[in-house]
């Protein structure tokens, strides 16, 4: 009897056609009207339910985050989201009761 191993994609959930060595990306359903998120440890989630344009769009915007993640300049738990724009300036600490998710307005959204 023979079997198929699965790869490290498939063994996990993680979307083989989006994620690579620098990002995992995972297909989940999501409200409506979001196409992607970023979770705290760097794992980008995209709605199963859109385009693969569309899909493929939403991970390019939740790059951009994993990179000011990874840089240093964006951060965010349950309570606060911090944030600097370069790693010279400091540290915005902004409550998470105090935002909308979805403002395009927010300063780490200006560069994504």
Known sequence: ???????????????????????LVVEKKLPKDVYGQINPNGVIEIN?????KNKKRAVAHEQVHLDQMNK??????????????????????IPATEINTRDRDLPWEKHS
């Open 1 to 23: 009897m023979s079997f198929k191993l699965k790869n490290k994609y498939e063994m996990f959930g993680y979307n083989k056609n989006y994620s690579n060595g620098d990002r």
């Open 48 to 52: 199963q339910d859109i385009s693969p």
């Open 72 to 93: 240093g300049l964006l951060k965010y738990d349950s309570q606060n989201y911090y944030y600097r724009k370069d790693s010279s300036s400091p540290i915005q600490v």
